[in-house]
């Protein structure tokens, strides 16, 4: 089974300060890993994609397969960053299908 | 515009009465997915579709049901509500399963009393 965690509930930087959103995962293949931000009473919205490894908004996010892990960084929190954030991962179900299964997630709070 | 788009966005009714929440998407897209959302849990994913016709469980199938009879549409049924279904709802969907983002719907707050 694919899981996915994100130990921290939640984290809070000041201004101007690096963040770092930690995600770790379980999956026996290769997994797509993705990452998404709810902004206060708003939809999900995704942020980025490992397959692509781009950066969106100053974050950035790199694949570690030796200790399953897919971070997500930001050398310089913004106020307007404070949001929920979700780590997820499409896996193969084995029947031809694929699942996105979501971290529990992390408020990022940043402090002015 | 892109989007997916639920109804309603609030909803409040009573234990056992039957309800439903239209999904709906416009980017031709083959993947929909429902997901509630609750304090400390996250997103846990109720059922999936690959394509019309084409339904599956997720982690927290049971008390609901879907359907896929057109593309662009996949509504979720509660036959029978009880509190324990209160919750935040997101329909979501996808070009290409597995290998592209999700584009989320605003969501619908339910509340069974």
């Known amino acids: 089974a694919q899981r996915v965690t994100q130990p921290e509930k939640l984290l809070s930087v000041f201004k101007g300060a690096p963040v770092e959103l930690k995600c770790n995962y379980s999956?026996?293949?290769?997994?797509?890993l993705f990452w998404y931000v709810q902004y206060s009473r708003q939809r999900l919205q995704l942020l980025l994609r490992?397959?692509s490894r781009e950066s969106i908004k100053g974050f950035t996010a790199d694949l570690n397969k030796g200790e399953t892990s897919f971070h997500l960084k930001k050398p310089f929190a913004q106020e307007e960053d404070s949001a929920m954030y979700y780590c997820?991962?499409?896996?193969?179900?084995?029947?031809?299908?694929?699942?996105?299964?979501f971290g529990k997630g992390t408020k990022l709070s940043v402090i002015p | 515009e892109a989007q997916v788009t639920q109804n309603p966005r609030y909803l409040i009714t009573v234990t056992g009465k039957k309800l439903t929440v239209t999904c709906s998407q416009n980017?031709?897209?083959?993947?929909m997915s429902w997901y509630r959302q609750d304090p400390g849990l996250g997103l846990r994913q109720i059922y999936y579709s690959m394509n019309v016709e084409v339904t599956d469980k997720g982690d927290v199938p049971e008390g609901y049901k879907v359907s896929r009879k057109e593309k662009r549409n996949f509504p979720l049924i509660l036959e029978s509500p009880s509190p324990n279904q209160t919750s935040l709802y997101f329909c979501?969907?996808?070009?290409?399963?597995?290998?592209?983002?999700?584009?989320f719907g605003s969501g619908t707050r339910l509340t069974v009393v």
């Open positions: 980017m031709n897209h083959e993947y």
């Open positions: 999956y026996s293949g290769s997994p797509e």
């Open positions: 490992h397959i």
């Open positions: 997820a991962l499409s896996g193969n179900t084995g029947a031809g299908s694929y699942q996105l299964t």
């Open positions: 979501a969907s996808s070009l290409r399963q597995g290998l592209d983002g999700y584009t």
